[in-house]
């Protein structure tokens, strides 16, 4: 069974920075394709950043492209997400997720196998 633990949320003003951590338990989780999404109140979830098995390829929503980095350090089985320049349309909450086959990362929803729990992230004006 894989679980995934997400962590680093919290309050910022606007422009200002945090980092998102997930840390995957599994004995095969730290290979996984993994990503972040993310879901307002009374809006969709959509996706934010996505990063290979090997962590060579990533890919960026539009919105975050810049200001966003997602990395991954395969031997502490961890993915980050390092969020910079925050806006108050960034506010909340953020989801780490994995795909438990395959190599490449992944941008839509329905292709991820396994969630965390998510972990709020409020910017203010």
């Known amino acids: 069974q894989v679980q995934l633990v997400e962590s680093g949320g919290g309050s910022v003003q606007a422009g200002g920075s945090l980092r998102l951590t997930c840390a995957a338990s599994?004995?095969?989780?730290?290979?996984?394709?993994m990503g972040w999404f993310r879901q307002a109140p009374g809006r969709e979830r959509e996706f934010v950043a996505a990063v290979s098995w090997s962590g060579g390829t990533t890919y960026y929503a539009d919105s975050v492209k810049g200001r966003f980095t997602i990395s991954r350090d395969i031997a502490k089985g961890t993915v980050s997400l390092q969020m910079n320049g925050l806006k108050p349309d960034d506010t909340s909450v953020y989801y780490c997720a994995a795909v438990r086959s395959g190599t490449i990362a992944r941008i839509q929803a329905r292709d991820y196998d396994y969630w965390g729990q998510g972990t709020q992230v409020t910017v203010s004006s």
């Open positions: 599994g004995r095969t989780a730290s290979r996984y394709p």
